[in-house]
Every structure is written in C-alpha cells, then in structure tokens.
C-alpha cells in the first residue's frame, strides 16, 4: 500500500508512486464455502476480489488499478486457466490488473546446498525419460505439475529412494486421471501420502499435478531422493516452486533442460494482466539500530530472483514479464503490528517495531508490482479509458533501454525500466516537450518511487 499510494511523512523521503490515489483492499478469507480444495478456493477468492474492486471503482464512477502480490505455479503456464479467464472477464477499460512476476528467477538450494531450479522441459518418449527433485514439506505439501497440449499423451510415475530401496507409485498417471491418493514404503517405510489429479483445459492445455504430503510431520519425507519417470510422446514442462527452496536437480543430461525459464505463474501469466518484473534500487543502507547492510548486487541490474518468460505458450500470453519496476530494496511503511519474526530489526530505516511512522526495506517483485500499479494509476488519472493493451503500448513507446537492460522486448525486463514521466507525457500530448525538458527523470530512475530514485 506504501509503495503504491503511501503518502509523505514529515520531511522523510519516502513516498508512493501515486500519493494522491485512493486505497481499497481486500483481504482474501480462508475458504470458500461449498470448496473444499484450498487451492481452488484461493483462486476463487482472488477473482472475488478483483470483482469487489472492480464494482467499487465502477459504482464511484472512478478507474482502478488492482495490485496482487501474489501467485502460484500450480496452472498451465499459459494464461488459459480458469482462473485466468475470470481475471481476463474482470479487466478492461478502466479496470487495468497488476500482479507480482515473481521471486523464482534464481532457483534454491536445498539442505546438503546443491541447487534447485522451477522449470524442467523433455520429450518423452516410450523409454521414458527420468528428473530428480527435492520436496521441501515443511509448510505441509509441496505441488509439482506437468503441463503439455492436446497433442501428447504422458504417463508419469512418481518415486521414492532411500539409498537402499526405490518405491514406485502403484501405477502411471495422466491428464485423464481424475483422483487418486497413495503412499510410497522405501524399506518398507511409508512417506506421504501423495496425490495425483489430472486436468484438460479448453485451450487444449493439459496437465498433471502431484501434491507430495509429510502427513507425520517428521520431515523424512525431505530426506529421501525423489524422482518422475516420464513417458509418451512429446514435450513437456514441469514446474515445482522454488520460493520453499523445493525443485529439480540438474543432471545435465541430453534432452532435458533445467532451469529457471518460464517462471512467471498464476494470475501474472494472465493475457489481461501485467506482469512486474524487478530491479535493484540500492545495493546498501544504514539501519536506525546503525547497521550498516551492503551487497554485491548492482544498483540499476534486474533483481538476482526476479522471475522470467516466456509464457509456455507466448501466443496466448504475449510477452512475459510485461516492464520491470523498482524490486530490490525499497522502503516503505512498516508495519506498526511487525514482530521480530515478521521484520529483520537490521532492515528498519526508521523508528523500530510498533513505531506508527516506521519504515522498512523489503525486496522482491512483491515491491515491484504495486510499484508498477502507482505508475499505472497516474496513467488513469491521465485517460480513464486504457485497458491493459493501453498501457502495454504506453510502457512499449517509454520504458528505459541501457546496457544492463540489453536489447528490448526480451524475457527478463520484459519491456524495459518503467519511466512514468514520459508516460504521462505522452498522455497529455507533450511528448517532444518532455524530452527536450531539463527536469525529466533521468534514464533509468523512477522519480517518486517509494524509497527515492533507481
């Protein structure tokens, strides 16, 4: 909320991208009733929201921006998804949606630190083809999903290794297959359980998700050596989050690549919604207990996490992620409720836990995206009217191109650096003037942005 329309405090410098804006939020619930899948029902209460936005700003007669720092990896990749299509039905002129691309651009380590990546593509063939990957169960369960088209049939298997004994699912599983719960006993010893449930789409997308459960809660289950045999007949994608630091090891072995691509989920994958890339706005700072905190990342480069196209399918997802906003670290109002377990003491800039006027650096493309929905809501203030190809065309003609950008369009800025200034000018049809104005930001700066400029 900071980020996005956080107003001046006293003569400190932090302040939103769109302080004059006003503020709604929804908080989403717990459940649905009448849907027991909380997956499912997390889906639905983020389109209730949008929706709940979406007729408020139209019964004040006003444009609306909607941020969702949020997502999940659990859809097809695609934007085709159900849940997709109701954000899609949701936004228009007016009713412009931004989501967080997310923090999955750099992979994970897992506890022996040999590193973890979202992403596994192959074609498989009748001899099949193996991944090896680690579940962290910590938070419960872990979902790992396979997603192809109409035009391939998979059969995947799921196993379990001790270094003794490998423990093979029951049987292979598909996009036909509709709910089936199992555990595995390597040396006899049951983990899980593990489900298995399959999905065929409209869009011809197709999918298999297996959800990896440690039901004792005694984390053996992040002790053993997991792995899919695949078969059939074409390629494939899996993705297994690597935010919990879970995901698939690279074996380096011909016909499968793994790696971090394609890490842009649900609902920023979406053709209706713009996806927020991130980028480094400071490299160090002093915190109000005098800490000094200094990193090796370079002010101005995308964020080491910030996660990356394309979509699985970049003709219905266009250009993912669509422009990159400021990520990594940004100030912004602390919490006035934060404890020592919500907020590192040595990332406060000002005051300290409880203090109503605090403030506190955070990163992720959490930050971006309400950066990217304040720039966004000064483009509504200038033209009500823009939808998200609007302000697609706006970011196309204003987002800034340097050497660390590389050429644009590509996959990781996407469009490039977010410029608000030349954006607005171009809106008020003072475009030439703006460019040739002394006070112009600067290329590369996001003047306005919580926590200053970068």
Sequence with gaps: SGIAVGERVGDLPYVGLAPAAGLAFVQLGDGVPGIDDEDLAWSTSVCDGVAWIGGLAAARGEPAVVNMSLGTHEGPHDGSSLANRCLDNLAGPGLVLVAAAGNEGSGGEDPDGEWTHLHAQATATEEG??????????????????????????????????????????????????????????????VGAVTAIGSELASGARGLRFDVYDDDEDSYETQLTWVFAVSGNGRFDAFLDTTSTSGFYDKDEPGITIDDRMSIGYPADGPEVLAAAAWVTRSGWTASNGVSWDSEDIVDDIAYFSSMGPG???????????????????????????????????????????????????????????????????????????????????????????????????????????????????LAGDDDDAADDDDAAPPGACSGCSGGGG
Excluded: C, H
């Design 129 to 190: 083809v193996e991944l090896d990957f680690w579940p962290n169960t910590d938070e419960g369960k872990i979902p790992v999903v396979f997603w192809t088209n109409d035009d391939v049939d998979l059969e995947v298997w799921i196993g379990a290794w001790d270094g003794a004994d490998l423990a093979w699912s029951p049987e292979g599983y598909s996009a036909a297959t509709i709910y089936e719960e199992f555990e595995l006993s390597p040396s006899g010893v049951p």
């Design 312 to 426: 699985r399918r970049p003709e219905l997802t266009g250009l993912l992620p669509d422009a990159a906003a400021p990520g990594e670290w940004v100030a912004s109002a602390l919490n006035s409720n934060a404890g020592p377990d919500d907020v590192d003491p040595d990332d406060i800039l000002v005051g300290g836990m409880g203090d109503p006027d605090g403030f506190v650096m955070e990163q992720g493309t959490s930050m971006a995206s309400p950066a990217l929905a304040g720039a966004v809501a000064l483009m509504l203030e200038a033209d009500r009217t823009l939808d998200a190809d609007g302000v697609r065309g706006l970011l196309e003609r204003s987002s800034a191109a340097d050497s660390l950008t590389g050429s644009l369009p590509n996959e990781v800025w996407g469009r490039g650096k977010v410029q608000v200034f030349p954006a607005l000018a171009e």
